[in-house]
C-alpha cells in the first residue's frame, strides 16, 4: 500500500510542480553587430505570462509609442532597409522573408506559426525583406515608446526555435502545405 501512495504523492506534486511552471515569451529579434551588420537573435522576455480573466494567458509587452497597419502587396519586396525606430512586427496575414546581405540567416515569418519578432536593425546597413506569397500581407508595426527596448534575455544568435518551421521539422515554405508562391 505505502507505494502506491508515494507514487500517488509523486504524481501529485509533478502535475502541481507542471501547473505553475511560468511561460515565458520567445521571439526572434533582428539586431546589429559591431561591423554594422544585421543577424538574428533568440530573444527572451523575462516577464511571465499571466492567467487572464477568462480564459488563456496574456503578457504585458511594454510601453509603446504607437501602433502603424501596414499591408504589403502579394510577390512584393523592400529591398534592403532598416526599420525607423526599434519595434515588435507582428504578422496578422501573409508572408514575410528576411535574408541579409552579410550573412546566410533567414526568418521565414508566416501567420499563425511565427508572426511576431523584433526589428532591432535600426542602425548599420539593414536586411532584405521580400513578400512572396499570392496574397497581401498584414502586419502591425509596433514601436517601442522612446527607442527603449524592453528588457530581454539573449538565448542564442540565429532564430527561436521554438516559434519557428524548425519546431515542426520542415525546411522551407514548400513543405508548410500549399502556400501559392
Known amino acids: 500500500m505505502r507505494p502506491r501512495i508515494l507514487l500517488s504523492a509523486i504524481t501529485l506534486i509533478c502535475t502541481v510542480y507542471a501547473r505553475e511552471e511560468a511561460h515565458y515569451l520567445t521571439a526572434t529579434a533582428v539586431v546589429t553587430n559591431d561591423n554594422d551588420h544585421a543577424y538574428l537573435e533568440c530573444w527572451q522576455f523575462p516577464t511571465p505570462f499571466k492567467t487572464y480573466p477568462t480564459v488563456g494567458q496574456s503578457l504585458f509587452l511594454g510601453n509603446t509609442s504607437n501602433i502603424t497597419y501596414v499591408v504589403l502587396p502579394p510577390r512584393s519586396s523592400e529591398g534592403i532597409h532598416k526599420p525607423p525606430a526599434p519595434m515588435f512586427f507582428a504578422l496578422l496575414?501573409?508572408?514575410?522573408?528576411?535574408?541579409?546581405?552579410?550573412?546566410?540567416?533567414?526568418?521565414?515569418?508566416?501567420?499563425?506559426?511565427?508572426?511576431?519578432?523584433?526589428?532591432?536593425?535600426?542602425?548599420?546597413?539593414?536586411?532584405?525583406?521580400?513578400?512572396?506569397?499570392?496574397?497581401?500581407?498584414?502586419?502591425?508595426?509596433v514601436p517601442f515608446e522612446g527607442g527603449a527596448v524592453p528588457d530581454h534575455d539573449?538565448?542564442?544568435?540565429?532564430?527561436?526555435?521554438?516559434?519557428?518551421?524548425?519546431?515542426?521539422g520542415i525546411e522551407g515554405p514548400e513543405e508548410f502545405g500549399q502556400i501559392e508562391l
Open 93 to 141: 496575414s501573409g508572408m514575410a522573408h528576411i535574408t541579409f546581405p552579410y550573412n546566410d540567416q533567414e526568418a521565414w515569418v508566416m501567420e499563425g506559426v511565427n508572426g511576431f519578432l523584433v526589428a532591432n536593425d535600426v542602425t548599420g546597413i539593414g536586411h532584405y525583406t521580400t513578400y512572396p506569397s499570392d496574397k497581401e500581407t498584414v502586419a502591425l508595426q
Open 154 to 168: 539573449v538565448l542564442g544568435k540565429g532564430a527561436c526555435h521554438q516559434t519557428s518551421r524548425l519546431e515542426f
